[in-house]
C-alpha cells in the first residue's frame, strides 16, 4: 500500500544536516518498511539563526531562533517529524507538540580548538577566545581571568573558518556537533565537564512531532534512549526551575549509574566573577524533582544578585 512519505524536518546547516542524516537511518533500521526508497523526505527549514549572522545569539533573543521555523512547518502540515539538537530546544514548546524521543546521547564534552595551543591552560595569556555562548565565556574567563571572549558566530564550519582566518585565537565547539562533521581531529583538547560544565541537554538529539500524532510517536519509540530521555529531563527541569535563556549562562549534566542519577549545574555572571553550583544526588525515578530541586537551590542562592545582573 503506497503511504505518504514521513517528511523530516531539519535545518540547512551541515551539522544539521549529518546528524539527521543519522537519525533518519536509525529509524530505517528499527523499521523496514520505512527503509523503502521515497519512504521518508528531507525537508530543510531555514531558521533565524541560519539567516542572522552578525550579532550574538544571546542578544537577538532565546534559543527558538534555532527551532521556531521547524516548529512552524509541524504546525502547518509541511513536515511530520523535526530533528533537533535538544540543547536548541526551549523548555516551553508551542501547543500541539511534543518530544517524541530522545536518542542516545553523544558526548556532551565541549572540545577546544585551536592554530596555536594544544589546551585552554597552555593558550598565550591575553589570547582572544572567540564564542558567543556566555556559559562558555563565564568559564573560560573563570580559569583563565587573562583571556579575552570576542564573539564568534554562525554554524560550526563558519567558526571554523573564522578561527582559522585569525578571528579568534582559539575556540570552543561541542564535541558531538564535530563528531557528527568528521572533524573531531580538529579538536586540541576536550575538556573535562570538571573545567566545563556542558549545556544543558548538549550532545543529545530529539525528534519533536504534533502531538496528535500517535502512530508517528509510538513508531519513534524504537529510537529512543530511555537513559538519556531522564538525564536530560532532569537537566531540562533544572533549567525550566530558572527560567534560562541564552542570556543566562548556565550548565547542567545528569548521570545515570544503574538506578542513581547525579546532576551538577552551574549559574554564572557572564564575567566568570562569580557563580553558584548545585551537586545532588537521587534516584533515577526521582530524575524530575532533582532537577527542578537543583535549579530552586540555584535561584535561591544567586539570588538578588543574578536578578540584578541579568537584567
Ligand atoms: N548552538 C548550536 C549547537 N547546538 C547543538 C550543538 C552541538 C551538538 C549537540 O549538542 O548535539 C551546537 C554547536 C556547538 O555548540 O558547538
Known sequence: MARRPLRIGTRGSPMALAQTGMVRDRIAAAHPDLAEPGAMELVVV???????????????????????????????DQVDIAVHSMKDVETWLPDGLVIACILERDDPRDAFLSPRANSLATLAPGSRVGTSSLRRGAQVLMH???????????????????????????????????????????????????????????????????????????????????????????????????DGSCRTPIAALAQIDGDRLTLDGIL?????????ST?????????????????????????????????
Not at 568528521?182 to 543529545?204: K, N, T
Not at 534516584?283 to 544578585?305: P, Q, S
Request: proline share 4%; glycine share 10%.
Open 144 to 242: 583563565r581571568p587573562d583571556l579575552t571572549i570576542v564573539p564568534l558566530r554562525g554554524n560550526a564550519n563558519t567558526r571554523m573558518k573564522r578561527l582559522e582566518e585569525g578571528a579568534c585565537d582559539a575556540t570552543l565547539l561541542a564535541i558531538a556537533g564535530l563528531e557528527r562533521l568528521g572533524l573531531a581531529d580538529r579538536a586540541q583538547e576536550i575538556l573535562p565537564v570538571s573545567a566545563m560544565l556542558p549545556a544543558v541537554a548538549q550532545g543529545a538529539l530529539g525528534i519533536e512531532c504534533r502531538a496528535g500524532d500517535t502512530e508517528v510517536i509510538a513508531r519513534l519509540q524504537a529510537v529512543a534512549c530511555p537513559t538519556t530521555t531522564i538525564a536530560v529531563g532532569a537537566e531540562r527541569a533544572l533549567l525550566e526551575e530558572l
Open 279 to 311: 551537586h545532588r544526588t537521587g534516584r533515577v525515578a526521582d530524575a524530575l524533582a532533582i532537577g527542578r530541586e537543583a535549579g530552586a537551590e540555584l535561584k535561591a542562592k544567586a539570588g538578588e544578585t543574578y536578578r540584578a545582573k541579568l537584567q
Open 268 to 276: 554564572f555572571l557572564p564575567d566568570g566573577s562569580t557563580h553558584w
Open 46 to 76: 531555514t531558521t533565524v539563526a541560519d539567516k542572522v549572522l552578525d550579532r550574538p545569539l544571546s542578544e537577538i533573543g532565546g534559543k527558538g531562533l534555532f527551532t521556531k521555523e521547524l516548529e512552524q512547518a509541524l504546525l502547518t
